[in-house]
């Protein structure tokens, strides 16, 4: 298997910049994001981010991780990555406490 060695930011053919770090070996495939993601909206949302044992809690939650309400139309962003951590909506006011 073939190895290559670089430094700064990395650009691709398809528009990703930005800057690699870590370990990565074999393919990577897919959409790469810098410490948040974005999940396509769903209803019941704010019951799920309310559940400190749903999957959203448990799973991959990272600071700053993105989920779109479609009941009440707001955006639910993570503040931290414990299963406890709020989440804090968009509108500046309205924030989850899972429990």
Same mark, same amino acid.
């Given at each position: 298997?073939?190895?290559?060695?670089?430094?700064?930011?990395?650009?691709?053919?398809?528009?990703?910049?930005?800057?690699?770090?870590? #370990?990565?070996?074999?393919?990577?495939?897919?959409?790469?994001?810098?410490?948040? &993601?974005?999940?396509?909206?769903?209803?019941?949302?704010?019951?799920?981010?309310?559940?400190?044992?749903?999957?959203?809690?448990?799973?991959?939650?990272?600071? =700053?991780?993105?989920?779109? #309400?479609? #009941?009440?139309?707001?955006?639910?962003?993570?503040?931290?990555?414990?299963?406890?951590?709020?989440?804090?909506?968009?509108? =500046? &006011?309205?924030?989850?406490?899972?429990?």
């Amino acid at each position: 298997m073939a190895s290559t060695t670089f430094s700064g930011p990395v650009t691709s053919t398809n528009g990703f910049v930005g800057n690699i770090t870590g #370990d990565v070996t074999g393919s990577v495939t897919g959409a790469v994001y810098s410490n948040y &993601t974005i999940t396509p909206g769903q209803t019941g949302l704010a019951a799920a981010l309310g559940a400190v044992g749903n999957a959203l809690n448990t799973s991959g939650k990272v600071i =700053g991780r993105t989920l779109v #309400d479609l #009941d009440s139309g707001l955006i639910y962003v993570a503040t931290g990555t414990a299963a406890a951590a709020p989440w804090k909506a968009s509108d =500046g &006011t309205t924030s989850i406490t899972p429990a």
